[in-house]
């Protein structure tokens, strides 16, 4: 099987070096920037680079988008005569709501999208901090639509387990955005909330201990793709942040009224929620 992974970033990075591991002899690559497709091709994990796509994309069996979110239909419009016949396309796009419906819709008929999102990452960009060690063990969404065959899906799902994905599911695109506004977008928020928030110009590194660096670690953003996520899943992550805030202020009460007793129901329902989390 021929495969073309389009943006060699972090993550489309991390699927290269993931399918080398895996034994795929024939995996190429596009991307905006050649330097990048020159350190893929120096480690190995891709057989040919482009700059463009024209130049392999009627060629290839599976092509992995691993671009931002608002350039996914872009690509599909641009190409959508130009894909080998029977070809299969997957992304790893983190919101899926803001196109997919128009997706499945301009798709040729002998086309087939599933649509997936790695739930694996990291802070940094770009292919110098790609890595699949981030894959082992995580999990992996497949955002179903009624166009689907099963037989792609299941070749979506065991290149999954292939690159080191454990848990697998598939889920709706609505469910999917819901779901992910709760668990990636809002600690997101959190992260950049607590570290803007603390004050100027003081020695914070020297007080920090485990809690304070795992919570800020994903502060350090990648302000042009985050800032897409953001607004391309407004209403569910407004939601979300709606409900954060409510918890909150539960708290700041029971610290203004000085509610010992309250504190520790909101402790123990939080253990118990916690312990139950990965059951």
């Not at 330097?35 to 130049?55: S, Y």
């Not at 694996?120 to 699949?132: M, Q, V």
Request: charged letters at 30%; glycine letters at 6%.
């Amino acid at each position: 099987m021929k495969i073309l992974i389009v943006g060699l970033g972090v993550i489309g990075g991390g699927y290269a070096m993931a399918l080398k591991e895996a034994g795929y002899k024939e995996v190429y690559g596009v991307d905006k920037n050649a330097d990048t497709l020159d350190k893929a091709k120096k480690l190995g994990i891709i057989k040919e680079g482009f700059i463009n796509a024209d130049e392999i994309i009627s060629k290839v069996d599976l092509i992995v988008l691993a671009i931002y979110p608002n350039l996914v239909k872009k690509f599909i419009i641009r190409n959508k005569n130009k894909f080998k016949k029977n070809a299969l396309i997957t992304d790893v796009t983190g919101i899926k709501e803001l196109f997919i419906h128009d997706i499945t819709e301009i798709l040729p008929e002998n086309i087939d999208f599933v649509f997936a999102h790695p739930m694996a990452g990291r802070e940094k960009k770009g292919i110098d901090y790609a890595t699949n060690k981030v894959f082992e063990g995580a999990n992996f969404l497949i955002i179903e639509n009624n166009k689907n065959k099963e037989e792609n899906l299941k070749l979506i799902e065991g290149l999954a387990y292939e690159m080191g994905f454990k848990h697998i599911r598939r889920t709706t695109p609505k469910f999917h955005d819901e779901m992910i506004a709760f668990t990636s977008q809002l600690p997101h928020v959190l992260a950049v909330a607590l570290i803007n928030s603390d004050l100027e110009n003081r020695n914070t590194g020297k007080f920090i201990g485990d809690s304070y660096r795992d919570l800020t670690r994903i502060a350090n953003m990648n302000e042009d793709l985050w800032s897409l996520l953001f607004l391309g899943n407004k209403e569910n992550l407004l939601t979300v942040i709606n409900n954060f805030e409510q918890e909150v202020n539960k708290i700041k009460k029971c610290i203004e009224d000085e509610d010992k007793s309250g504190l520790e129901e909101l402790f123990i329902r939080s253990t118990k929620r916690r312990e139950r989390l990965c059951k």
